[in-house]
């Protein structure tokens, strides 16, 4: 399928280890941040996410840290397989509707 | 419980005809948002829709316009279509407010020539 994103920064990694993705928002006044994972030729995948009155979430192999003192989001991803491999956007959303700003995407490579 | 989904998944148009792209919500799901994913601009909210109405509009021209219906199904127009619109199409549903977790559907490629 196709891609987009084609000129973002790559992250990459040895399969195994760990991985971090890291990830500044703008807006101060965003109170709901979530990540996204997207293979080639699909949509945003869900992955975890957090609100702004937490700075630590863990799901399965994934952990969200949030640093709102200097507006910062991060996406540890344990133990990286293959199938990590992606682009990651982190997203921002503030207020009583469903609008996301999106980050500019990170594309992670798992080397075998 | 089915997904969001689009149709149709590819298409092509010339430039200055119109196309228009359909979204069906999660079950349950009431706010339906579009997004536009370019290479250089990455992605980029066009609008929500909430119960029949548009609740927020993006920074696109009024080329770009979309509707709802009362079974939260949405559409998305664009018309006298230009080279730029080349891009992929995604439709995000959720349940309506900030913390409820959104998600997409697989999008539309549309490609302009």
């Known amino acids: 399928g196709e891609s987009v994103g084609l000129h973002l920064p790559t992250l990459s990694v040895q399969e195994g280890d760990n991985s971090i993705i890291n990830c500044a928002y703008s807006?101060?006044?965003?109170?709901?941040f979530i990540w996204y994972k997207q293979e080639s030729g699909k949509g945003p995948q869900f992955i975890i996410d957090?609100?702004?009155?937490?700075d630590k979430r863990q799901g399965q192999r994934v952990t969200v840290l949030l640093n709102k003192t200097v507006k910062h989001l991060s996406l540890q991803i344990a133990a990286t397989q293959p199938g990590d491999s992606a682009v990651y956007f982190c997203?921002?959303?503030?207020?009583?509707?469903?609008?996301?700003?999106f980050g500019k995407g990170i594309t992670l490579s798992v080397r075998p | 419980k089915a997904g969001v989904t689009q149709t149709p998944r590819y298409l092509i148009k010339t430039r200055g005809q119109q196309v228009t792209l359909s979204c069906s919500p999660i079950?349950?799901?009431?706010?339906v948002s579009w997004y536009q994913q370019t290479p250089g601009q990455g992605l980029q909210f066009l609008f929500e829709?909430?119960?029949?109405?548009?609740?927020n509009k993006g920074n696109f021209p009024g080329r770009f316009s979309g509707r709802q219906f009362s079974n939260s199904r949405s559409e998305m127009n664009v018309s006298t279509l230009e080279l730029g619109d080349s891009a992929l199409y995604l439709c995000?549903?959720?349940?309506?407010?900030?913390?409820?977790?959104?998600?997409f559907g697989e999008g539309s490629w549309l490609t302009v020539v």
């Open positions: 995000a549903s959720s349940l309506r407010g900030s913390g409820n977790t959104i998600y």
């Open positions: 807006n101060s006044a965003s109170d709901y």
């Open positions: 957090i609100r702004s009155n937490m």
């Open positions: 997203a921002e959303n503030s207020g009583a509707n469903s609008k996301l700003t």
């Open positions: 079950s349950g799901h009431r706010s």
């Open positions: 829709y909430f119960s029949e109405t548009q609740r």
